[in-house]
């Protein structure tokens, strides 16, 4: 089965919000193919690099699935009216956290992706709503979307399709890993098999690691709700 594009999405480092955070989340439709390296897109950036982007977060996907979940929740908003609204590079129909696993290998234009970790909602996401807790709701619903690390660069067009084309182990799909670390978040046996799994991005594997050493779940607060400016 394959899946078309919604949107395939690029943005540049623009003033966020109230803040004025430098942030690539406003990303806008490309119209024809760009070049996917191993960190990214061609055209696109991060303004925050130390906890965005790299190799185990090249291309960033959210379902439009979820759009009117979210319009049912917070009421008509202009960000939910298209593709975007969440920073995603890639919008598509049909796949969501409950049918996507850590390890899954798409293929994609003249690409390969593999997935390799939900999103960790950040505070950016309140100024990019204009809604406080909106990263807390993100986290708290599970509708985070997730990250792919590139296994083959290539050329990708908006009119290009997503097709499954292997899977590592079809049971850890992000509904459940979301479940560990933000439900059942100290639950030894869970945590113990997150630290061995081979194909989930590094740092999600030393979080487990640390839940596991000091039976503490991590402080959200920083990550969730951010820091005033001084």
Partial sequence: MTYPLRALLTGQVKPL??????????????AGPIMLG????????????????GPEKAVHHYPFDHYATWTAEIGTHARLAEPGAF?????????????????????????VLEVSQGRQPCWKLNERFNIPDMARRVQTSGRTGWYYRVLQPGAIGPTD??????????SWTLRRIWHCFYVDRLNPIELEALARLPKLAEGWR????????????EDWTRRLDGQPTS
């Fill in 206 to 217: 030393r979080h487990a690691e640390r839940r596991l050493e000091t039976q503490s779940v």
């Fill in 38 to 53: 191993l960190t990214g897109f061609e055209g696109d950036a991060q303004g925050d690099t130390k906890h965005h982007g």
């Fill in 87 to 111: 920073g995603e590079n890639l919008s598509t129909l049909g796949l969501t956290e409950d049918v996507v696993a850590i390890g899954d290998v798409f293929s994609l234009g003249g690409a």
């Fill in 17 to 30: 919000g109230r803040r004025g955070a430098p942030s690539g989340i406003a990303k806008s439709p490309v």
């Fill in 161 to 170: 399709r997503l097709e499954r084309i292997g899977r590592a182990d079809p």
